[in-house]
Nanobody
Framework: VQLQACGGGLVQAGGSLRLSCLASGRTTKISAVAWFRQAQGKERDFVGVISWGAGSIFYADSVKGRFTISKDNSKNTVYLQMNSLKVEDTAIYYC?????????????????????WGQGTQVTVSS
């Protein structure tokens, strides 16, 4: 499986962006796709995740109500719609795919649950 993220850019606070994550290769191996973000000098944090089949979704509290994850299986693409952006949302955003069973028993997704990573796309929110 390979992932390619795109859609980042520079936006003013309060604005919106939509990120896309295109999966290719053996997509039948994917059980879920997540978005993580990493601000400069900080750890990579979980943003949200969507199951590849049923479409179950879970968000980090910091983005709940502002960000929306969706998917189009016909296009092998997962989206992250980001609204009401804040300066603190500035980060490199990564999409990641989990193999079947990787999230089993996890109470909260972490980077260790995901085996395949995209290259990241920069989101910068200005005040």
């Amino acid at each position: 499986v390979q992932l390619q993220a795109c859609g980042g850019g520079l936006v003013q606070a309060g604005g919106s962006l939509r990120l896309s994550c295109l999966a290719s290769g053996r997509t039948t191996k994917i059980s879920a796709v997540a978005w993580f973000r990493q601000a400069q000098g900080k750890e990579r944090d979980f943003v949200g995740v969507i199951s590849w089949g049923a479409g179950s979704i879970f968000y980090a509290d910091s983005v709940k109500g502002r960000f929306t994850i969706s998917k189009d299986n016909s296009k092998n693409t997962v989206y992250l719609q980001m609204n009401s952006l804040k300066v603190e949302d500035t980060a490199i955003y990564y999409c990641a795919a989990a193999d079947p069973g990787s999230l089993y028993g996890s109470h909260y997704p972490t980077t260790s649950n995901f085996q395949t990573w995209g290259q990241g796309t920069q989101v910068t929110v200005s005040s």
